[in-house]
Nanobody
Framework: QVQLVESGGGLVQPGGSLRLSCVAS????????MGWYRQAPGKQRELVAH???????NYADSVKGRFTISRDNAKNTVYLEMSSLKPEDTAVYYC?????????WGQGTQVTVSS
C-alpha cells in the first residue's frame, strides 16, 4: 500500500541546479531511512545519498559537495538538491524508503544534464 512519487526531474545545462522531491504515502509509521539512487543507460543502479530518521546522511563520493539530501518527517518527504551538475549526472533517479526490514521504490524521474 506504500507509494513513493518522485518529481522535479528535467533538462538542465551543465553547472546548473535542480531539486528533486519524493513523497511517501500509505502508512502511519515513520520511515527509518529514505534515499536516492540513480541508473544511467547501460549502467547498474547506484546509491546517490540516504538519510536516517535522525538526520544522519551518507553520499556517494561522486556527488559529495554538490548534492544535499534532506527530509521532512511530518510530510514523509525526502529531497535531493543538486548543484554544479555534470553530464555524467544524467540518469533516472529513484527514491527508496524503509521501515525496519521492509522497503519500497518509486517509479523514477529523469534528469538530463546537457548543453
Amino acid at each position: 500500500q506504500v507509494q513513493l512519487v518522485e518529481s522535479g526531474g528535467g533538462l538542465v545545462q551543465p553547472g546548473g541546479s535542480l531539486r528533486l522531491s519524493c513523497v511517501a504515502s500509505g502508512t502511519s509509521f515513520r520511515f527509518n531511512t529514505m534515499g536516492w539512487y540513480r541508473q544511467a543507460p547501460g549502467k547498474q543502479r547506484e546509491l546517490v545519498a540516504h538519510i536516517t530518521s535522525g538526520g544522519t546522511t551518507n553520499y556517494a563520493d561522486s556527488v559529495k559537495g554538490r548534492f544535499t539530501i534532506s527530509r521532512d518527517n511530518a510530510k514523509n518527504t525526502v529531497y535531493l538538491e543538486m548543484s554544479s551538475l555534470k553530464p555524467e549526472d544524467t540518469a533516472v533517479y529513484y527514491c527508496k524508503a524503509t521501515i525496519g526490514a521492509r522497503f519500497w521504490w518509486g517509479q523514477g524521474t529523469q534528469v538530463t544534464v546537457s548543453s
